[in-house]
Structures are given as C-alpha cells and as structure tokens.
C-alpha cells in the first residue's frame, strides 16, 4: 500500500493519528500529519484507509498496489 499525504491540504486535525498512530504523527510546529513509516505492514490497513475517509481536508490518498 502506498500513502500520500498532501501537507498543503492538512489542516492539523489529528483524526489520523487517533485512528492509526503506528502510521502516521503530526509535527510538534504546526499539527501537520506526518508518515511515520512509507509501507505499513497490513494489519494497518484499515486504519489507514479510515484517516483518508475521515480527514476532514482529504489530504491523505491511499494506493492499494
């Protein structure tokens, strides 16, 4: 799986970070997500296509490769 986050877009929500912390994070300056790892093992998988539903800027893509 691939996941992008598009920074510009964040707006420092977190939901993210509650829903898939082994993921992703947010900067301490400005709240902005952050990946903490580029190829989550797949356990993680519905965490993180459940920040990309939830993010309120749809700022987080999810490829399925």
Not at 20 to 46: C, N, S, W
């Amino acid at each position: 799986m691939k996941i992008d986050i598009d920074q510009d877009k964040c707006v420092g929500a977190g939901q993210c970070v509650l829903v898939a912390p082994e993921v992703f994070d947010q900067r301490d300056e400005d709240g902005v997500a952050v990946l903490l790892t580029e190829d989550p093992p797949a356990q993680e998988r519905g965490g993180v296509e459940e920040a990309a539903r939830i993010c309120p800027a749809a700022a987080i893509r999810v490829d399925g490769r």
